[in-house]
């Protein structure tokens, strides 16, 4: 009895994650557990139709969009559209998608065609409209001047409800270091040993370039020390001399001329290498380092700390 109440429960216990089961005495009934998952029906039509906005914030700056530009009086507008013809969309739909668009940084028409038919904002400011970027693109050149002064007004509106900040400075493809730390820091002893370097390529190009092109022999004398403006006058005779040269249809005096526009070219490279070093120097002043974030900052910790920090 004992060995067959023990292998019941074992049954049991192996069965209950799998099934759901029950038992007569003599019989064990099984039934297999079924997966169950919400209803997915892509296509399916309801009676009453939600309304595409009940899935925006209340405050979402799209409403904004929408109040600012309802409340606009568009009477200029109605000299730009004809009488006859195809029915044009509406220009409060446009100004709002345009506004909008221009608020997160879209400016391309294809992209404003995308979002039209993807972007639940831009698919409840249009009312399902699907304007192609063509009609787009014809709509902003018409109306540039009231884009402008509508997207003014909304800044202004936006920013006394506190949605942005008139602070705030946006500088499109420019990297800015904040925070003054050790990375940010200029070295005199770097500075100094790029600077050596970068003459020591300047003389041995200016060593490449034809003896007839040089004004003066002495900018290969490592006795004289060269500046940006010498190199400026070197770049600035190469290229008059270049300009002057007869066209000619020989290979090799056409490879000579890619040579020298390449070499013009490194030279104009290591002419503001060596005006960024000076302007270092120059900050520096009697210091040994200064911070780019914040010029008047400089290094104080000594090489022990450092040391103790790169042990940690």
Wanted: positive net charge; hydrophobic residues 35%; aromatic residues 10%.
């Amino acid at each position: 009895m004992y060995k067959i109440k023990n292998t019941r429960l074992k049954l049991e216990s192996r069965i209950s994650i799998y099934t759901k089961y029950f038992i007569v005495p003599g019989i064990i009934f099984f039934v297999m557990a079924k997966l169950h998952f919400r209803p997915y029906i892509p296509n399916q039509t309801v009676l009453f139709p939600q309304r595409i906005d009940e899935n925006i914030a209340a405050d979402d700056p799209v409403r904004i969009v929408n109040a600012v530009v309802d409340n606009l009086n568009l009477d200029n507008f109605k000299k730009l559209y004809k009488e006859t013809g195809r029915s044009a969309y509406h220009p409060k739909m446009m100004l709002k998608v345009i506004i909008y668009a221009y608020m997160n940084n879209i400016y391309s028409c294809r992209k404003i065609e995308k979002l039209l038919l993807r972007d639940i904002h831009y698919i409840w400011l249009a009312g399902h409209e699907h304007p192609d970027f063509i009609t787009i693109n014809r709509f902003r050149n018409r109306v540039k001047e009231e884009i402008n002064n509508v997207f003014t007004q909304l800044v202004l509106v936006l920013a006394d409800k506190g949605f942005i900040s008139l602070d705030v400075e946006y500088i499109d493809g420019t990297k800015i270091e904040s925070k003054a730390n050790k990375y940010t820091f200029v070295w005199r002893k770097t500075v100094e040993k790029n600077r050596t370097r970068l003459l020591n390529k300047v003389r041995i190009l200016l060593e490449q370039v034809d003896e007839a092109i040089v004004q003066e022999n002495s900018v290969k004398d490592t006795s004289v020390e060269l500046t940006p403006s010498m190199l400026s006058n070197i770049v600035d005779e190469l290229k008059e001399v270049m300009e002057h040269q007869p066209v000619t249809q020989d290979k090799e005096q056409k490879k000579a001329l890619r040579e020298k526009k390449k070499q013009v070219r490194e030279l104009e490279g290591y002419r503001d290498k060596l005006m960024e070093y000076d302007n270092h120097l120059e900050v520096l002043g009697e210091r040994n380092s200064y911070s780019k974030t914040h010029i008047h900052a400089y290094e104080r910790r000594r090489h022990e700390e450092r040391a103790d920090q790169a042990r940690v």
